[in-house]
C-alpha cells in the first residue's frame, strides 16, 4: 500500500524536485515511495537515473505546478531559481530549500515568492556520501518561515525517522559556523598537505582523514556556500586562528632552545 506525504488538503501531493545531482537523487531516493516525484535539472543523461528512482525527469512550468517544490540548486543560484518559478508556482504551494545555510536562503525565498506560499527552510546535516542506505536516527533542521509546518515535520520524524530539530535561520548559521563551516575548512586544508603516512598513524588522526573523506566529494558551491554565505563563519574562522596563533606562541616559550 502507497503511503503519501501528509498534507494538510486531502488531495495527493506531488513533488517537484528542481535539480538531480547527487543530493537531489538522494532527496528522490526516499521520497519516491510516498508521493509522485517530477524532478527538473539543466543537465543531460540522468533519464536511466530518474526512471531507477521512479522519478520523471520533466520541464521546469511542470515542476513548479507541483502542491511541494524542493529546491536543490546551489544557494548561490536560488535566486535566479526563484524569480523563474514564482509566477508558475500554485497559490497553495510549499516551497522548501535544502541549503547548507539558512539565514540567505530563507530571506531570498520570503521576498521573492508569492504571499500565499508556505516557505520551510531545511539543512538535512547528512549527504550522499554519509547517508547510506536509510534515513533512521539522520538529523535535519526546520527553519519555518511562513505558513504550516507541522505536518512536514511529522513526515520526516514518523515516516522517514529523522530526527528534527527546529530553530531559526541565525541560530542555525550561528551553530554551523562551528559545527560545519570550521570543520570544512579544516578538512580543506589538511587535504592540501597529503600525502599521508599510510601506516603510521594514531587513531585519532585516522578519525581526522574520515571527516576529509565524507566532504571531500562535495561540489566547491557547496564549500563557498558553507564558508562565504554563512554570515557567521568569517568571524569564526578569525577567532580559531587568533586562538592557533596564540597557541603557537605559548608552544613557543616552552620549546628548549
Known sequence: MRHSLPLPHDEPPSVGLIGFGAFGQLVARHIAPYAPVFAHDSRNSLEDTAQALGVQLTDLRTVARCRIIILAVPVQAMADVLESIAPLLRPDALVIDVGSVKVKPVEIMVSLL????????????????SAGQTTTGLKIVLCPARGPYHTVAAFLRKTLRLNVIICTPEYHDQNMAVTQALTHWLAQGLKTLEPFSSHLTTRSFDLLRDAMKMVEKDAPQVF??????????????????GLLSTLDKKLDTLTPA
Open 114 to 129: 508569492p504571499s500565499t506560499v508556505s516557505i520551510i527552510g531545511t539543512h538535512p546535516l547528512f549527504g550522499p556520501q
Open 224 to 241: 563557498e556556500a558553507i564558508e562565504c554565505l554563512n554570515p557567521y563563519a568569517s568571524s569564526m574562522r578569525k577567532q580559531y586562528l
